[in-house]
């Protein structure tokens, strides 16, 4: 009873003294950060305690703060929510090579089944979440070893259950784990200070962009990026068709993190959907979802209308089956020239795909047949353009 009378004066006296730090209207990150953060954490020459020392994704950053609102009693509105996440993700944030591996995190591709080189990894860190909330983080020792005291401080019951209770948890945690995940995530990398010193990326104009979406097939089209109220704030426009020819539209905006992290809310067709992509050297990569169910998505893939940015994403339709015809779009950038096609597919008719007004190239459309044979031929080897 004395506990948890003692747990409920502590969170109000927490909650009371962030309160009363409020920050003035329109606050930067720094101030707010100051404001916020400063009446449990301390500053030094070094920084700021625990929260200087650590890297995180954009999503990583925000489950952080939703665990200072949720734990220790954070006031703090959603808009300063945005505004120190942006902060923190730029900041102190991964380099696109960090992430490689582990985004399935990121785009919510829930029925990932991991595999991690080290068992003692997966039985220690992923046994109760998963490893690539791990991996998505960079800490020094001293952090690591935080977050090690944090986790029997907040869930005492780790020692005790199944993969925890058959050994020395602790000491294996503090001995062996913090050495190993110090080793393979250190705080500072030269991936991360090579991203740092890049020029901004450009992201505005046309996107040729290919996906497909489970249970409805393969789509196509171009996405149109504006500057938005904002930095790193954008408009976006997609126009496009599904491979059956059915028209498909959507619009919204994004937000750039880290240079490179894009995170986009829009209505496609009159659903709600987000999009979490990695932008780099002209091609954004990752996955469309559903806003509300985040388990049906797309791959996708999409290249910049950019002068010598010269790619092929994709073919739709993928298959041609032996003796029949049909229409071919080959999605990209840059395409010009004829199209070579590989043996026994031959092309009817083409021409190139333009955008009204006489824009850039999206991609180029043909006629096909596929010869008479055994079975039918995938465009697993794409044809290129020449």
Same mark, same amino acid.
């Given at each position: 009873?004395?506990?948890?009378?003692?747990?409920?004066?502590?969170?109000?006296?927490?909650?009371?003294?962030?309160?009363?730090?409020?920050?003035?209207?329109?606050?930067?990150?720094?101030?707010?950060?100051?404001?916020? +953060?400063?009446? +449990?954490?301390?500053?030094?020459?070094?920084?700021?305690?625990?929260?200087?020392?650590?890297?995180?994704?954009?999503?990583?950053?925000?489950?952080?703060?939703?665990? @200072?609102?949720?734990?220790?009693? %954070? /006031?703090?509105?959603d808009e300063e929510r945005r505004t120190v996440v942006k902060h923190l993700a730029d900041s102190q944030g991964?380099?696109?090579?960090?992430?490689?591996?582990?985004? =399935?995190?990121?785009?919510?591709?829930?029925?990932?089944?991991?595999?991690?080189?080290?068992?003692?990894?997966?039985?220690?860190?992923?046994? +109760?979440?998963?490893?690539?909330?791990?991996?998505?983080?960079?800490?020094?020792?001293?952090?690591?070893?935080?977050?090690?005291?944090?986790?029997?401080?907040? =869930?005492?019951?780790?020692?005790?259950q199944a993969l925890g209770r058959d050994r020395d948890w602790f000491g294996i945690a503090l001995k062996e @784990?913090?050495?190993? %995940?110090?080793?393979?995530?250190?705080?500072?990398?030269?991936?991360?200070?090579?991203?740092?010193?890049?020029?901004?990326?450009?992201?505005?104009?046309?996107?040729?962009?290919?996906?497909?979406?489970?249970?409805?097939?393969?789509?196509?089209?171009?996405? /149109?990026?504006?500057?938005? &109220?904002?930095?790193?704030? =954008?408009?976006?426009?997609?126009?496009?068709?599904?491979?059956?020819?059915?028209?498909? /539209?959507?619009?919204?905006? &994004?937000?750039?993190?880290?240079? =490179?992290?894009?995170?986009?809310?829009?209505?496609?067709?009159?659903?709600?959907?987000?999009?979490?992509?990695?932008?780099?050297?002209?091609?954004?990569?990752?996955? @469309?979802?559903?806003?509300?169910?985040?388990?049906?998505?797309?791959?996708?893939? &999409?290249?910049?209308?950019?002068?010598?940015?010269?790619?092929?994403?994709?073919?739709?339709?993928?298959?041609?089956?032996?003796?029949?015809?049909?229409?071919?779009?080959?999605?990209?950038?840059?395409?010009?020239?004829?199209?070579?096609?590989?043996?026994?597919?031959?092309?009817?008719?083409?021409?190139?795909?333009?955008?009204?007004?006489?824009?850039?190239?999206?991609?180029?459309?043909?006629?096909?047949?596929?010869?008479?044979?055994?079975?039918?031929?995938?465009?697993?080897?794409?044809?290129? &353009?020449?």
């Open positions: 009873m004395k506990i948890r009378t003692l747990a409920t004066a502590m969170s109000s006296l927490a909650a009371i003294g962030i309160s009363l730090a409020a920050p003035p209207a329109h606050a930067s990150a720094e101030a707010l950060i100051r404001a916020k +953060c400063l009446p +449990c954490h301390t500053e030094s020459d070094d920084g700021i305690s625990r929260i200087s020392h650590q890297r995180k994704t954009p999503e990583g950053w925000l489950m952080s703060l939703a665990r @200072m609102q949720i734990i220790h009693g %954070l /006031k703090i509105t991964l380099a696109p090579s960090e992430t490689v591996g582990v985004r =399935y995190a990121m785009e919510r591709r829930l029925n990932t089944v991991e595999a991690f080189e080290s068992e003692k990894f997966t039985q220690m860190c992923a046994r +109760c979440h998963s490893g690539a909330r791990v991996m998505l983080q960079r800490r020094p020792a001293e952090e690591w070893e935080h977050l090690v005291h944090f986790h029997l401080g907040q =869930y005492p019951t780790t020692e005790y @784990m913090v050495p190993e %995940l110090a080793s393979k995530l250190p705080l500072q990398s030269e991936a991360w200070k090579q991203w740092q010193a890049r020029s901004p990326q450009e992201v505005k104009g046309e996107w040729s962009m290919s996906g497909h979406l489970t249970g409805r097939g393969g789509f196509s089209g171009v996405m /149109k990026v504006a500057a938005g &109220a904002g930095q790193d704030r =954008y408009t976006l426009a997609f126009d496009g068709r599904w491979d059956d020819g059915k028209p498909m /539209k959507g619009k919204g905006q &994004a937000l750039i993190y880290t240079g =490179y992290e894009w995170r986009g809310d829009l209505v496609v067709d009159g659903t709600p959907m987000r999009q979490v992509f990695a932008v780099e050297d002209g091609v954004m990569r990752g996955r @469309m979802f559903l806003r509300d169910q985040d388990e049906v998505g797309a791959d996708v893939v &999409a290249s910049l209308q950019q002068a010598g940015n010269t790619r092929v994403l994709a073919v739709h339709p993928a298959y041609l089956k032996a003796g029949e015809g049909a229409e071919l779009r080959i999605v990209g950038s840059g395409l010009a020239g004829e199209v070579t096609l590989p043996q026994g597919v031959k092309l009817v008719d083409g021409q190139a795909l333009g955008h009204r007004g006489g824009g850039p190239r999206a991609g180029r459309r043909g006629s096909a047949r596929r010869a008479s044979g055994r079975g039918g031929w995938g465009f697993g080897r794409q044809p290129r &353009a020449v």
